[in-house]
T-cell receptor
């Protein structure tokens, strides 16, 4: 199974600042996905990130607020820009296992915005 | 886009009973339906999945059924144990390996 490392695991941020979350995978993967999980809620897809192309964002999420980079097949970043308390959430990186297509998740980055 | 509805939102059973969680989806092009278990403070983990060319799949105490005509799929857990207590999410996608759309989750509590 894919091993996914996310940094930071948690952070407390001030309103109006930005934070970049990193996702590192131990194998090359074509597609990486970013999800948000608000407290006690389900997982909501933010965007799909393919290497070498612009990320594809879901309805309600825009590139200016959640810019994503995908410089290679093992790494991606998600930036949460101009944060407000409503952005307090767990952000999870996910990748699809080659062959089975099973989605594995990182441990998540818990952001608290004050 | 795809919309996945999940019921019930909470489910309490006695140890040894069966538990059933049901989901419906809206996109007839969806062909892959996994179920994830998320324990408190941990990441979601796949417990079983089913593809549209199969009507039922079983793995020990866990089974999943799919009715493509009705756009329903269900998770069945038999002989529940306290360690089955967690939040369960159903999901759907066009094919394995693509982005999943999740249901709202079911909090299962198994009391001994």
């Amino acid at each position: 199974s894919a091993v996914i490392s996310q940094k930071p695991s948690r952070d407390i941020c001030q309103r109006g600042t930005s934070l970049t979350i990193q996702c590192q995978v131990d194998s090359q993967v074509t597609m990486m996905f970013w999800y948000r999980q608000q407290p006690g809620q389900s997982l909501t897809l933010i965007a799909t990130a393919n290497q070498g192309s612009e990320a594809t964002y879901e309805s309600g999420f825009v590139i200016d607020k959640f810019p994503i980079s995908r410089p290679n097949l093992t790494f991606s970043t998600l930036t949460v820009s101009n944060m407000s308390p409503e952005d307090s959430s767990i952000y999870l990186c996910s990748v699809a296992q080659q062959g089975t297509g099973e989605l594995f998740f990182g441990e998540g980055s818990r952001l608290t915005v004050l | 886009g795809e919309n996945v509805e999940q019921h019930p939102s909470t489910l309490s059973v006695q140890e040894g009973d069966s538990a059933v969680i049901k989901c419906t989806y809206s996109d007839s092009a969806s062909n892959y339906f996994p179920w994830y278990k998320q324990e408190l403070g941990k990441r979601p983990q796949l417990i079983i999945d089913i593809r549209s060319n199969v009507g039922e799949k079983k793995d020990q105490r866990i089974a999943v059924t799919l009715n493509k005509t009705a756009k329903h799929f269900s998770l069945h857990i038999t002989e529940t144990q306290p360690e089955d207590s967690a939040v369960y999410f159903c999901a759907a996608s066009h094919q394995a390996g693509t982005a999943l759309i999740f249901g709202k989750g079911t909090t299962l509590s198994v009391s001994s």
